[in-house]
T-cell receptor, first 112, second 108 residues
């Protein structure tokens, strides 16, 4: 199993550009989440999904969109990038009935 | 407001010098408290889940405990490979709240 994979590993955007961060898992987990990690702030939940077709907002959802068309994939879309979205983004998944989250390796995003 | 606070921010230990990391929390409807290890440039790695006050979990040199207001991660006789950032998180509903972590350095 590859576990949770994220692409790209690094990305630089200009203010106003849009992009999609990819996340995939091959463990057939129902729950998937996106977090951002900033210095001194800890990991903060952006959006999460409890299954295909079902998504909900986390603590800091503004400026981000998600969709979940398959169990395996959970992309995160930045609609119009802003410097405040410079961060490291982590995707995580967990099976139903368990609270143990498996994290991907992260995407480091810089918005100039 | 749900909140998770970890202390200290950083800790330097000599190899073999035992110590404890603290995680205090104020949340409504706690469903679980979690400890993760994070190495530089990598995603967090799950260590423990604690569900109720008085519960304890152990793994190698690590032992996690839980009270009604805080959790401790005890590190016994640490080795240099234990150097990492240790994150605490709590769950309420489907939301997870993380602390800012304790950066542990174990010196040979």
């Amino acid at each position: 199993n590859a576990g949770v994979t994220q692409t790209p590993k690094f990305q630089v955007l200009k203010t106003g550009q849009s992009m999609t961060l990819q996340c995939a898992q091959d463990m057939n987990h129902e729950y998937m989440s996106w977090y951002r990690q900033d210095p001194g702030m800890g990991l903060r939940l952006i959006h999460y999904s409890v299954g295909a077709g079902i998504t909900d907002q986390g603590e800091v959802p503004n400026g981000y969109n998600v969709s979940r068309s398959t169990t395996e994939d959970f992309p995160l879309r930045l609609l119009s990038a802003a410097p405040s979205q410079t961060s490291v983004y982590f995707c995580a998944s967990r099976p139903s009935g368990s609270y143990e989250q498996y994290f991907g390796p992260g995407t480091r995003l810089t918005v100039t | 407001e749900d909140q998770v606070t970890q202390s200290p921010e950083a800790l330097r230990l000599q190899e073999g010098e035992s110590s404890s990391l603290n995680c205090s929390y104020t949340v409504s409807g706690l469903r679980g408290l979690f400890w993760y290890r994070q190495d530089p440039g990598k995603g967090p790695e799950f260590l423990f889940t604690l569900y109720s006050a008085g519960e304890e979990k152990e793994k190698e040199r690590l032992k996690a405990t839980l009270t009604k207001k805080e959790s401790f991660l005890h590190i016994t006789a640490p080795k240099p490979e234990d150097s990492a950032t240790y994150l605490c998180a709590v769950q309420t509903g489907n939301q997870f709240y993380f602390g800012t972590g304790t950066s542990l350095t174990v010196i040979p």
